[in-house]
């Protein structure tokens, strides 16, 4: 069953904004509004994966620093 609900439009500065209701709230501070005919769909925006943001990261470089073991604490022993 659609949750439907009438919500009041109202002016914030030069926007024309409308108070979400908090059974329709949604998680996160951003969302994607489109338009569907003379609808206006508002979606949460879909979290990426770990995956996703890696993907975006410029290559690593061939070279890496030398790892010093000398510099190392030495590991203790963790009883679970």
């Known amino acids: 069953m659609m949750q439907e609900r009438q919500v009041k439009l109202f002016r914030n500065g030069r926007n024309q904004a409308v108070r979400i209701p908090v059974e329709f709230e949604m998680q996160g501070d951003t969302a994607i509004m489109h338009r569907e005919g003379n609808r206006l769909v508002i979606e949460p925006v879909k ?34």
């Open 47 to 80: 979290r990426r994966s770990l995956t996703e943001i890696l993907a975006t990261l410029p290559p690593l470089g061939e070279e890496f620093a030398d790892i010093n073991n000398d510099d190392l604490l030495p590991l203790r022993d963790i009883d679970l």
